[in-house]
């Protein structure tokens, strides 16, 4: 479960971009494809790369530090779909991007 944390303004937020939060004190990424906002965890795991600095690229993220890249949706690796980086979900209330950090 978890509560719903407000993470930021969706207005800040706009298509084809990304971003690095604190939400409750958990680093997160926030991107915006096409409208739709997800969230996944801020830190790559294969060096801890800040993901929210990366390049967006369709439902792809690519990390600044070594290009590894992730699918926004599932948080797989898009070159080794076994690996994995955290997700969580998002809502939108009005101009507020909600996320629900896992308890
Ligand atoms: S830290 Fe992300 S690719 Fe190396």
Known sequence: MGDWVRAASAAELPP???AEVSVGGTPVALYNVDGTIYATSNT?????GPLGQG????????CPWHAWT????SGENTANP????????????????????PA
């Open 16 to 18: 084809g971009r990304c």
């Open 44 to 48: 790559c795991i294969h060096r801890g």
């Open 55 to 62: 390049l967006l690229e369709g439902h792809a993220v690519m």
């Open 70 to 73: 992730w699918d926004v949706r």
């Open 82 to 101: 076994g690996l994995r980086i955290a997700t969580f979900e998002v809502k939108i209330e009005g101009d507020d991007v909600l996320v629900r950090i």
